[in-house]
């Protein structure tokens, strides 16, 4: 009969321990699912950004420097590859442009780069206003750029002013990385130029508003197919210009993005391909070319 007691007793005890283990264990998922449900409100939807580079083709992207980063863009456009032999399928008729980038701040970056092309000399920030994730389904970023044309010459124009060397654009970056593989990106653009060749348009057209497209579609973990495309709702209908549009590929290695391409403008500065670009996709008057990127 002792012995039953004590039986009795530890199978008592044994349950209520049971019970409260129970208890506290409930208590702990609960307490890790309610951090699981934190962290999962500030993870991003994706792991990757939207967009590799800085740059679709010749548009701008979402993808902002982090804080520290130093970037160098080397940018560079042949002549249109109409021209064959003549040129050398454009080798003799290049553009090249040199731009250094850094990020001061989390979420802003910085910019100065100089194009051959018109001899033009530009500065530009980008700002991150909103960043894609499970709460929020957007990219969004504002970029604003400053260009001096430095090729115009007073001596024929003696009433040249430096103001009218100008250009500026401002953009509204919105991206979504919609799947793993695909990310699409709008923007809406303003373009001004101060100065405009009235032997090119008929009609002067100072301000410019434009609408951007550009997407870009993985085809494997290092190569991606790029396009990016905007239309003009101010160009004269008699305009030699045509809306820009750049076709290519993203090459990633190592610390280096290599974008290869094909576009119907030349310039690589927002000012310069949004509004002046003169080739002509249907003409086969496309100049081919490439962006090198090195993070430091």
């Known amino acids: 009969m002792y012995y039953s007691k004590i039986k009795n007793k530890n199978r008592n005890f044994f349950l209520l321990a049971c019970a409260l283990l129970s208890v506290f264990s409930l208590k702990a998922q ?3 699912m309610d951090a699981l449900d934190a962290i999962s409100e500030t993870k991003p939807s994706f792991e990757l950004p ?18 520290g980063d130093l970037y160098l863009y080397v940018s560079h456009r042949f002549g249109s590859v109409k021209d064959g032999f003549e040129t050398f399928f454009g080798l003799d008729n290049a553009n090249t442009n040199i731009q250094l980038v850094y990020s001061f701040w989390d979420g802003i970056q ?50 040249l002013q430096f103001g009218d060397r100008m250009s500026y654009a401002a953009q509204f970056l919105v991206s979504k990385r919609i799947s793993e593989k695909f990310s699409f990106l709008m923007a809406p653009s303003y373009v001004r130029q101060n ?24 085809v494997s973990k290092r190569v991606s197919i790029n396009m990016d495309y905007a239309y003009n709702f101010h160009r ?39 509004s002046n ?12 070319g490439f962006n090198v990127v090195r993070v430091f």
């Not at 305009?239 to 030349?266: C, K, R, W």
């Open 50 to 67: 939207a967009f590799k580079a800085m740059k679709i083709g010749n548009l701008q992207s979402t993808k902002i420097a982090a804080k």
């Open 30 to 32: 609960d307490e890790l």
């Open 110 to 159: 910085l910019s100065a780069s100089r194009e051959s092309l018109n001899q033009t000399y530009a500065s530009a920030i980008k700002i991150r206003l909103a960043k894609q994730s499970t709460t929020f389904p957007l990219n969004i970023a504002f970029y604003g750029t400053a260009n001096v044309n430095a090729a115009l010459e007073k001596d024929r124009m003696p009433d």
């Open 195 to 218: 100065l405009q060749d009235l032997n090119e348009v008929a009609v002067a057209n100072h301000n410019q508003l434009l609408m951007g497209f550009g997407g870009r579609m993985k």
């Open 277 to 288: 670009a003169e080739g002509d996709w249907s003409k086969g008057v496309i100049f081919f």
């Open 236 to 274: 004269n209908t008699n305009s030699i210009y045509n809306n820009p549009l750049t076709i290519g590929m993203d090459l990633e290695t190592g610390g280096h993005v290599f974008q290869l391409l094909f576009s119907n403008a030349q310039s690589t500065n927002e000012p310069g391909f949004l």
